[in-house]
């Protein structure tokens, strides 16, 4: 990765050196200076977030960030360690996805900017990258944003939180200016939700995985459902959806918050009164994120649109405010602790004063309305009667004409014999419409003018309705003027005491993502489990891959397959057919594991897993054309980001290593990243059609073979796929031509393929195996078990589970079998020894005949290479 960021130049780079000052020097941000419309300021999938970044000096650089978002009012602070091909960094940038990211102006020829700019594809996505001066990045204006902004109840903790953080908190400071100067905004005091995220806490995943294992976007098919965020995203609110994708992309590795998200999805399940009252008071829920933000962000440019979007943002804060009491009705009689503290925050009191001040000034009726028309009259009816005499008597006139329009109508369709409508739109408000087959029979009346056709209807305008559409709009720009002082007093009495709604926010979109998670769990056709994670091993029972269930379950029954991983057998080597299921297995433990770490069940019957800190998966095996990159460069550019960056607590997965280069070096390479995963202690689960591999690995300590079954049939002919993992390797030595055959390669070319691959086989079986040295590697390989199963025993007799004559009748039967199984790895050792030595002295030497066998078999000078490094090491 170091390379591709030394290779990219500047040019390839969305970089655009900014100077920033008050005054004329402000850069040109287009479309991201707009002000946001009612239409937008609903939707979360716009969000408007400034990223800053910057790093110190040295081989391991301590990275900063600081992400604000501008559409929900939210800042999140970072500042951590990283390696030189900036992972941690790029996977914090791509979890929050900014609109734009900040840089110095002097760092613009940087490796860091280099990285972000070629990972994140700046350009494709089209992610705005800027340098700004350096006497921006200020750590005394961080500070001083921090307790001018931040909540009253946040500014203690968070001054301990950045102390020592000085990059993090210089990029806050860059953050703010620029939106302040360039985007022409700035935040009310005290009413940024400011937070300091470590990179503790959550767990790693790095693009190429994100992509690989389709977490949140499938593969063949951008705009598809079918990925893992699509499978368990019922969230009913856009706060729950964000909520919902950040942790599917960075997974908790707090156990404790994992057990309460659990326990609270439990009681949503068991409680079915409970779980449908939820749903039902946040299916009308609207964005509080943006709602709040709109109201705590102060734009320079207060013109009429400005007055027009504060009244909007005032009835949404009313709609806010009224649906949050269902939501603590809903929850009544809640037990687990994340349900109640839910409920505890969602109390009428932690709002009332909000509610008290918009019962002063607003009309009880007026809710805000997605409909142009509906929305216009609850602006303009919203301020209660009495407040401004003016303002009544402006509403008088607004209603009378909304009257005469109705009237005039009425009118018009007693004249025509055309069934005409009144419609309303916002650009250009009533309009009149009618079917284009009445154009048949009777002609259009000369007075309508404006007519254009779309789809089965066709859409006019008379001369004057023109002019009572302009009358109705004065009046109600009007209306909107008079509103403004009493709506300006109310949003600046509002602020000061919104804090509460911001937590209520949060508080509603873990809600709505358990909600979501209930619906998937009770939905579903096959059973989903409570995953326990404070275990150290991987034990599911009858686990599937979960978006493949989804996908077949009409088809086809999805066959359930078992997981078994534990610190004295971390490394599993999967061997098996073409098409048998290999890398929809290895996908699936990975799924599951994100899935129970962000709360939710997982497909299974039984479920535990360990914790895993990093989780990476070499799969794809696709070309990058547009880096020039082949596929072998590609796949060996991931395995050594891997090597480099994982550790005990990672999770990997490795599907056909090597197959993009020669046999041989494939082998070889394949047998060298084995060897290193092994050592490192991580859990892996390595697929491979190297027949050779797990033979070579088959003694090493901490290694497990399986395979995936298939049946095939005597002639080749016919192939039954099982989808079923087993014990061993592969026994099968041409399923490969098997499969060829079954799908109607010609069966001349299968034939000599066949005689060719006999005859390696032959030449390969002429070598012999070290047996002393497999010995003691079987031997130390035995003990480690025992050990493991030995501590096992002492923590459930530590817990109190189990009988104590049981435990030492197991303990008696565990002695017999180590001794039996000992004795027998000497015997199978010595009679190997003899025979080997029987041979030699027989005129015919084993290791002559390997050597023969290596210049006509690919990969076999490679195993016995690997081998005796195997053993070695062992």
């Known amino acids: 990765m170091a390379s591709r960021a030394q290779s ?19 850069p040109q941000t287009g479309s991201r200076s707009r002000p946001r419309t009612t239409a937008t300021s609903t939707s979360y999938s716009d969000n408007e977030i400034i990223c800053a970044v910057s790093e110190s000096r040295g081989v391991s650089p301590t990275v900063g960030l600081s992400f604000v978002n501008v559409s929900t009012s939210e800042a999140v602070l970072c500042q951590f360690a990283d390696t030189q091909t900036y992972a941690r960094t790029c996977h914090k940038i791509k979890v929050f996805a900014p609109s734009e990211i900040i840089y110095m102006k002097t760092a613009e020829d940087s490796k860091l900017i280099s990285i972000v700019a070629e990972n994140l594809e700046v350009q494709k996505f089209d992610i705005a990258m800027t340098g700004i001066e350096r006497k921006y990045w200020s750590e005394t204006s961080g500070h001083d944003y921090v307790h001018q902004l931040a909540f009253p109840d946040d500014v203690e903790s968070l001054k301990l939180s950045v102390a020592g953080s000085y990059f993090a908190i210089c990029c806050f400071s860059a953050a703010l200016k620029y939106i302040d100067l360039a985007m022409e905004l700035s935040f009310a005091p005290q009413t940024l939700r400011i937070k300091f995220e470590p990179s503790e806490g959550s767990t790693m995943i790095d693009l190429s995985t994100m992509a690989s294992l389709e977490l949140s976007q499938n593969l063949q098919n951008d705009k598809s459902r079918d990925c893992l965020l699509g499978l368990l995203n019922h969230t009913l609110t856009p706060m729950g959806a964000r909520f919902l994708r950040s942790n599917v992309l960075q997974p908790s590795t707090d156990a404790e918050k994992i057990r309460k998200r659990q326990q609270a999805l439990s009681e949503l399940t068991s409680k079915e009164d409970m779980f449908f009252a939820v749903r039902a008071a946040l299916k009308s829920f609207i964005d509080a994120d943006r709602v709040l933000a709109t109201l705590v962000v102060v734009s320079t440019r207060q013109d009429f649109h400005f007055m027009e979007q504060s009244i909007n943002n005032v009835l949404m804060l009313k709609t806010l405010v009224d649906g949050v009491k269902p939501v603590w009705q809903a929850l009544a009689g809640a037990n687990s602790a994340e349900l109640q503290a839910i409920r505890q925050l969602c109390e009428p009191g932690n709002y009332m004063q909000v509610e008290n001040l918009l019962s002063r000034c607003l009309s009880v009726d007026v809710r805000y309305s997605s409909k142009p028309l509906d929305l216009r009259n609850q602006r303009v009816y919203g301020i209660q009667a009495g407040v401004n005499s003016f303002l009544d008597v402006a509403r008088q006139a607004y209603k009378e004409l909304n009257a005469d329009v109705n009237d005039m109508f009425n009118l018009l369709k007693e004249e025509t014999e055309i069934p005409i409508e009144l419609k309303y739109d916002s650009d250009r408000q009533y309009y009149l419409r009618f079917p284009a087959s009445e154009t048949k029979d009777n002609p259009i009346p000369n007075t309508f003018i404006n007519i254009y056709k779309k789809n089965k209807y066709i859409e006019c305008q008379t001369l004057d309705l023109i002019k009572m559409n302009q009358k109705i709009k004065d009046a109600h720009n009007e209306v909107i003027c008079l509103s403004d002082a009493t709506v300006q007093e109310l949003i600046d009495e509002v602020r000061s005491t919104i804090h509460p709604l911001f937590k209520i926010s949060e508080s509603i979109a873990m809600l709505d993502m358990l909600a979501g998670f209930a619906q998937l769990v009770t939905t579903s056709m096959n059973e989903y489990v409570q995953p326990e994670v404070h275990m150290d091993s991987f034990m599911i029972k009858s686990g599937r891959h979960p978006i493949r269930e989804k996908l077949q379950h009409q088809h086809d029954r999805f066959v359930p397959n078992d997981v078994y991983a534990t610190p004295q057998n971390r490394f599993h080597i999967i061997t098996g057919c073409n098409m048998s299921g290999k890398s929809t297995y290895i996908r699936s433990v990975a799924l599951m594991a994100v899935m129970a770490q962000i709360g939710c069940f997982v497909p299974a019957e039984y479920a535990s897993f360990p914790m895993s800190h990093e989780i990476f998966a070499r799969i794809s095996t696709d070309d990058n054309i547009e880096a020039n990159v082949s596929t072998f460069a590609s796949e060996m550019r991931e395995m050594a980001f891997i090597l480099r960056n994982m550790s005990p607590r990672s999770l990997v997965i490795v599907d056909e290593l090597g197959r993009g280069t020669s046999t041989t070096d494939g082998l070889a390479i394949a047998i060298a990243i084995a060897e290193t995963l092994i050592d490192s202690k991580a859990y892996v689960w390595f697929v491979t059609h190297f027949r050779d591999l797990p033979r070579i690995l088959a003694d090493r300590a901490g290694v497990a073979n399986l395979h995936l079954s298939a049946e095939i049939s005597d002639d080749y002919s016919k192939m039954t796929m099982r989808y079923k993992i087993a014990d061993g390797y592969e026994e099968e030595r041409f399923y490969g031509l098997a499969l060829a055959r079954a799908i109607g390669l010609p069966g001349d070319v299968v034939d000599t393929a ?17 047996p002393r040295a497999t010995a003691v590697a079987r031997r130390r390989k035995l003990i480690l078990n025992v050990k493991e199963q030995l501590g096992q025993a002492r923590e459930t007799a530590v817990r109190g589970e189990g009988r104590a004559e049981a435990l030492r009748g197991w303990l008696r039967r565990l002695q ?25 002295v027989g005129g015919r030497d084993p290791a002559r005949e390997s050597t023969e066998g290596e210049q006509g078999a690919e990969g076999d000078g490679e195993e016995t290479e690997g081998q005796s490094e195997s053993t070695s090491r062992s």
């Open 816 to 840: 017999l079998e180590f001794t039996v199984r000992m004795r027998a790895i000497d015997a199978d050792a010595d009679a190997d020894a003899a025979e080997a030595e029987a041979e030699v």
């Open 754 to 770: 066949t005689r060719v691959s006999e005859a390696l086989h032959e030449r390969n079986e002429a070598r012999k195996r070290n």
């Open 8 to 26: 990219t130049s500047a040019g390839t780079r969305n970089t655009t050196a900014t100077r920033l000052t008050p005054t004329t020097d402000r």
